[in-house]
């Protein structure tokens, strides 16, 4: 059973933390830092289908982010074990459930059917996996841009999709601005609002998560263990 969807979908907030630095003894300590949920990161930490295993073994709850939305890469980490994914620059509807039907089994969606071979299903130990795996696995998205956040309430609406993440950085970006511009607050306030309007939880990088829970935020990134590493040596040193 996937706790953490179980646990999303109860209404809980759940604080968490992206995971850069790549070896399964970072994502332990991680996970047993005592975080709700840490995300192995393929789109910005390396592709590594040998190391996002081992992770997972050290961190079995961990998400998944993928570098990009194809349906052979979605396949090939949830062939890992991966219980839930997160998927980056969505921007429409048809971009969300297409990543839906990437982590369904056919009728309801086209994976592949290749579990008897797989980690996911301990290569056929687990004969239940089938079964349980169109319920189980979570998908997540990430609407970082002005056209994501014009089609949020339809992308909401995709079945499947339990997570909508926003992406300040990006959005920002597209916005031809920085971060930390009011603008960028003021659009990120609303689309949290209108996220969790849907019923579907809203995510958030957050440099002060207080502020974006008191929103409505209930997915709240404190940061990234190499942000973390990196800054506490600087401050010993």
């Known amino acids: 059973m996937n706790s953490l969807q179980q646990r999303l979908r109860a209404g809980e907030t759940l604080r968490g933390l992206w995971q850069?630095?790549?070896?399964?003894?970072m994502a332990e300590?991680?996970?047993?830092?005592?975080?709700?949920w840490?995300?192995?990161?393929?789109?910005?930490?390396a592709w590594d289908p040998g190391c996002i295993r081992r992770r997972l073994i050290a961190a079995p709850e961990a998400v998944v982010r993928v570098p990009v939305l194809e349906d052979w890469i979605l396949k090939q980490v949830?062939?890992?074990?991966a219980k839930t994914v997160l998927v980056p620059m969505i921007d429409?509807?048809?971009q969300a459930a297409q990543?839906?039907?990437?982590?369904?089994y056919p009728p309801e969606g086209r994976r592949g059917m290749g579990a008897f071979v797989a980690r996911a299903a301990m290569y056929g130990l687990d004969p239940g996996y089938v079964e349980r795996a169109n319920?189980?696995?979570?998908?997540?998205?990430q609407a970082e841009s002005?056209?994501?956040l014009a089609n949020l309430e339809a992308i909401c609406a995709v079945p499947g999709v339990d997570c909508v993440f926003l992406g300040p950085a990006d959005l920002a970006a597209d916005m031809g601005t920085t971060a930390t511009d009011p603008v960028v607050h003021a659009a990120l306030e609303d689309a949290i609002a209108r996220i969790a309007a849907t019923g579907v939880a809203p995510g958030i990088f957050a440099a002060d998560p207080d502020r974006w829970i008191g929103c409505g935020a209930r997915v709240v990134s404190l940061g990234s263990d190499a942000m973390v590493l990196a800054s506490g040596l600087w401050a010993l040193l």
């Open 99 to 104: 990543a839906v039907a990437a982590c369904r």
């Open 20 to 25: 850069n630095l790549p070896g399964p003894e």
């Open 92 to 94: 429409t509807p048809e």
């Open 135 to 141: 319920r189980d696995v979570s998908v997540w998205v």
């Open 38 to 45: 840490i995300v192995i990161d393929g789109e910005h930490g």
């Open 29 to 36: 300590l991680a996970a047993r830092a005592g975080f709700d």
């Open 78 to 81: 949830l062939d890992l074990g």
């Open 146 to 148: 002005r056209a994501a």
